[in-house]
């Protein structure tokens, strides 16, 4: 198993430009995870989803769009990048949560994302 | 916000020294859940303690979580030069039919040889 893969590892984008950060997960989780990790602080969640199909949104949303169209599969997209989305992005995936399951997250290596 | 938050922000320790880091969360939980980082690596998973519960134990680790005072601490005991790493303590709450984990800052851990 490969667990959770991210592409691309590096990026360098100027400010304006799109892109979409891909994440794979061969582990059959339901559920699957975008956050942002800034020097000095933990990870904040971006946008998650609970199932194929499905997307929500977590901390801190603006500026990014999701979306889940296989259930092994969850892509992050930057429609106009901006300087403060210079940050390392981890993706993560767990199983659904139910009582007595173990709820834990398996992580990508992340994407480290310069924006200038 | 952050949720958690560690306690200390780094600590360095000979190899041998048992460390210990502290996590304080604001809401209710279902678990509380700790991660490890390396430099320039995804965060893996290291031990989970569920709310009613108030110690675990997996090989050098040791947790501990108080309810009461919204607080865990994780204890590694005889600490090695791999131990070098940052620690994130994970507040896990269900809420509208999902299930969320919220990460503090961590601790950085070093461990002299």
């Known amino acids: 198993n490969a667990g959770v893969t991210q592409t691309p590892k590096f990026r360098v984008l100027k400010t304006g430009q799109s892109m979409t950060l891909l994440c794979a997960q061969d582990?059959?989780?339901?559920?699957m995870y975008w956050y942002r990790q800034d020097p000095g602080m933990g990870l904040r969640l971006i946008h998650y989803s609970v199932g194929e199909g499905t997307t929500a949104k977590g901390e801190v949303p603006d500026g990014y769009n999701v979306s889940r169209l296989k259930k092994q599969n969850f892509l992050l997209g930057l429609e106009s990048a901006a300087p403060s989305q210079t940050s390392v992005y981890f993706c993560?995936?767990?199983?659904?949560?139910?009582?007595?399951?173990?709820?834990?997250?398996?992580f990508g290596p992340g994407t480290r994302l310069l924006v200038l | 916000s952050q949720q958690g938050e560690e306690d200390p922000q780094a600590l360095s320790i000979q190899e041998g020294e048992n460390a210990t880091m502290n996590c304080s969360y604001k809401?209710?939980?279902?678990?509380l859940q700790w991660y490890r980082q390396n430099s320039g690596r995804g965060l893996v998973h290291l031990i989970l303690?569920?709310?009613?519960?108030r110690e675990k134990h997996s090989g050098r680790l040791r947790v501990t979580l108080d309810t009461s005072k919204k607080s865990s601490s994780l204890l590694i005991t005889a600490s090695r030069a791999a131990d070098t790493a940052s620690y994130f303590c994970?507040?896990?709450?269900?809420?509208?039919?999902?299930?969320?984990?919220?990460f503090g800052k961590g601790t950085k851990l070093s461990v002299i040889p």
């Open positions: 994970a507040a896990g709450n269900s809420g509208a039919g999902s299930y969320q984990l919220t």
């Open positions: 993560a995936s767990s199983y659904s949560w139910r009582e007595g399951f173990q709820e834990t997250q398996y």
């Open positions: 582990m059959n989780h339901e559920y």
């Open positions: 303690i569920r709310s009613n519960e």
């Open positions: 809401t209710s939980i279902n678990n």
